[in-house]
């Protein structure tokens, strides 16, 4: 997997956020011998190119949930993966919802529905979440923690996982751009 | 934004720190916590109480706390003092790798309605250990335990030789120590405005664990006032 542009779109509204939640994204991206390109959704997202990947952001931030119009060009765009924050915008532009709910810390995660993207069986990840996803639209569950929605798919290359893949599950990222090479 | 930072004495929060203050966030004040266990699987252990000395070389106030057996509380009540008394709205942490240190954090700064600031987060180790010396940090190596870290390493200068040293063991330990391999002091950093001077410690090292401490006795600060 070498020389392909994949777009990391940046979620944080604090710039000291940007090396803990945009820079492992960058530096995973990078390892894979392909070329970051780094956005914040504030610039304005309408001539991003998939493959894309949302970033998270922190827990106090909810700066994105007031700007969802920013988000509008990635309607139709795939493949995409929206991790934590990025994954609640793309559950919302997909019909989904959200509610209150708060995973901090690592958990496990079960993979009940055979897909493309997750192993099967389960797995430990870390989540910094306080806002889950609720699954509605197009958002279809792919895995849970506990109850809750943990991973989701909402149409053939849109991805959303609401724990931090970079941490623990940085073969998520990695399988997401290998499906996505036809894009790279 | 207003922060507290959560301060250790080690290299990694003193340079999250600095990486905070150089993007423009106002650290009003120090929060260090001094275990009284050895064990603590949450804070940096040895020498925690010379943090004090530390904050006045920075020019910056400092809430120190001890620490029994529950850390997390403990951690709270400083945190809230913090936001009490300084109005911070924040809190920065040389959190590297250890998502068991990460998530109390996040934890204690939600509860606390605070923001929780990781610059160093899933940083490459060896590049940590870079950016400190590229900075001109100045610090000691003040705990070991791990094999092959020995007694030789307690209480010296980490330079350009040991950093090197210490990448080149990336088989057996973590290079930069997140993992608790080893522990570090600082004695000057660029927002230092004077530096210390370590007059007197004293090392003890086990050969059976491969583990030891360099504790200081006398620490003075020295340079302009």
Known sequence: MTGGHVTIIAMPVQRLHMDEFVRPLVDIVARLGLAPRVIHYAEGLRDVEPPIVLSGTGIMDYAYLERLEAFEPLRDLEPILGICAGAQVLALLRGGALTDGELIGTFDVEVRRTNPLLPGGRARAYFLVTKLVVPRGDVEPLAYVGENVAAFMAGDGTYGVMFHPEVYNEDIIVRFLDLSKGRL | MRLAALFSGGKDSTLALHRAVELGYDVAVLVSMVPERGDSMLYHVPNAQWTALQAEAMGLPIIQRGVGDDEEAALLEALREAARTYGVEGIVTGAVRSTFQAARFQRAARRLGLWCFNPLWLMDQRAVLRETLERGFKYIITAVAAYPLGEDLLGRPVDWGIAEALMGLSE???????????????????????????????RKYSRETYTGEYIIRRVV?????
């Open chain 2, 172 to 202: 057996y330990i973590n290079p930069a120590g997140e993992g608790g391999e080893y522990e570090t002091f600082v004695l000057y950093a660029p927002l230092f405005k004077r530096r210390l001077r370590i007059v007197e410690g004293d």
């Open chain 2, 221 to 225: 600060l020295e340079g302009p006032t």
